[in-house]
C-alpha cells in the first residue's frame, strides 16, 4: 500500500511541472474534520491534505487521516489513522466530483488491541463555498464502494459526509 502512495505522489509531482505556472502556484491544501455522535458513539475527526492543481479543473493529492472513537457502553477510546490518495475535477466553480482511495487502521471495541486494516474507496460529489479569493468551504457526500454491511469497519455505513476548508484550490 505504500507503493500505491508512493507511485501517486510521483505522478502528482511529475504532472504538477507541467505548465507555464510554477509548482508553488499550483500546491494547495486543505482538509476537514468531523464530529458525529450518538447514544452509544462519539467519533471526532481530522484529516489535513495537500495536493496541486495538474490542470485548471483536475486537482490530485494526498492526506492523513486521524480519528478519536470513544464507545460508551464499552468505556473504551480508541484511535483510527491512515492515509489516503485523492483526485477532484472541477464542474463549475462550486461543484466538483471527488474520488478517493483510503487505507485506516482501526481497532475494535474489544479487550484485546488488535488493529485491522481498511480499504475504502470513495466517490461523490461536492459543493465548493467561496470563503475569499483563494479560499472555500467544501460539502462533500461520498459513498464507499469498498464497504461491505456486517464486516469489522471503521464506518458505520457507506455513505460519508465531509466538510472542511481548502486554501489555493
Known amino acids: 500500500m505504500l507503493r500505491v502512495l508512493f507511485v501517486s505522489l510521483s505522478l502528482l509531482l511529475t504532472f504538477s511541472t507541467f505548465g507555464q505556472n510554477q509548482l508553488s502556484d499550483r500546491i494547495f491544501y486543505g482538509g476537514g474534520g468531523g464530529f458525529s455522535g450518538g447514544n452509544d458513539i462519539i467519533v471526532i475527526s481530522v ?3 495537500i495536493g496541486c492543481r495538474v490542470t485548471e479543473r483536475y486537482a490530485a493529492g494526498v492526506g492523513i487521516t486521524y480519528q478519536y472513537v470513544r464507545f460508551r457502553d464499552f468505556g473504551q477510546t480508541l484511535s483510527n489513522y491512515g492515509w489516503s490518495v485523492f483526485n477532484r475535477y472541477n464542474i463549475t466553480q462550486q461543484f466538483f466530483g471527488y474520488g478517493e482511495f483510503e487505507r485506516l487502521s482501526f481497532q475494535l471495541p474489544s479487550d484485546n488491541s488488535d488493529r485491522l486494516g481498511f480499504n475504502s474507496l470513495f466517490f461523490g460529489l461536492g459543493f465548493a463555498n467561496q470563503l475569499s479569493r483563494n479560499s472555500s468551504f467544501n460539502t ?11 464486516e469489522p469497519s471503521p464506518y458505520r455505513s457507506p455513505w460519508v459526509i465531509r466538510v472542511g476548508v481548502g486554501v489555493g484550490i
Open 47 to 49: 484529516a489535513p491534505q
Open 140 to 150: 462533500m457526500v461520498l459513498y464507499n464502494v469498498l464497504y461491505v454491511e456486517g
